[in-house]
């Protein structure tokens, strides 16, 4: 599975952004897919995943109800709407996938077999 992720950019703090993950090269729904993110020194940490259906969605507590993943199955696409966004959710945001068929919608980096390149988004006044 390849996967391209956009829309990262700089914002304001309490602005908000989407980020899209186009995949290509298998079934897309076979696989859970997920957002993490890394800030410069710092280790890659979850943000949110969400199940092969779409039916179920897991986020960080940081991000908790200002961020919403959801995907298009039959485009392939997987999205995150960030709203309020704060200066602490800058980062390199990455999607991946795990799969096929995964048993569970992991949170854990070592789970996931395909990664994007990653979309910077800045948060700065």
């Known amino acids: 599975v390849q996967l391209q992720a956009s829309g990262g950019g700089l914002v304001q703090p309490g602005d908000s952004l989407r980020l899209s993950c186009v995949a290509s090269?298998?079934?897309?729904?076979?696989?859970?897919m997920g957002w993490f993110r890394q800030a410069p020194g710092k280790e890659r940490e979850f943000v949110a995943v969400?199940?092969?259906?779409?039916?179920?969605?897991h986020y960080a507590d940081a991000v908790q109800g200002r961020f919403t993943m959801s995907r298009d199955n039959a485009k392939n696409t997987v999205y995150l709407q960030m709203s309020s966004l704060k200066p602490e959710d800058t980062a390199v945001y990455l999607c991946?996938?795990?799969?096929?068929?995964?048993?569970?919608?992991?949170?854990?980096?070592?789970?996931?077999?395909?990664w994007g390149q990653g979309t910077l988004v800045t948060v700065s006044s």
């Open positions: 090269g298998r079934t897309f729904s076979w696989y859970v």
């Open positions: 969400i199940s092969r259906t779409g039916g179920t969605t």
């Open positions: 991946a996938a795990d799969g096929p068929f995964p048993e569970t919608t992991a949170s854990r980096v070592d789970a996931y077999d395909y």
